[in-house]
């Protein structure tokens, strides 16, 4: 299954898989979020991380923060 990779144009550091190539069934971070596309992959890649998988096989979508980059 292809998963699709967006990027919160109004963060620097939160970013959601979705389901959706649209990413429309995401939920918005903040009131301000601003979602665009930023890569496909494979669920399969995501393996390591079990908490997303989980949440996109339930929900479609898992929004989450790059825990390497403080928010600015």
């Known amino acids: ?9 109004i963060s620097r550091v939160t970013f959601a ?6 990413g ?3 939920a918005r971070a903040s009131p301000r979020a601003k979602w665009s596309f930023a890569a496909a992959a494979k669920l399969e890649d995501l393996d390591d991380n079990e908490e997303g998988t989980r949440h996109l096989r339930q929900d479609g979508f898992y929004v989450f923060q790059r825990p390497d980059t403080p928010e600015v």
């Open 1 to 9: 299954m292809l998963v699709y990779l967006f990027r919160d144009e």
């Open 17 to 22: 898989y979705s389901t959706d190539v649209t």
């Open 24 to 26: 429309r069934n995401i």
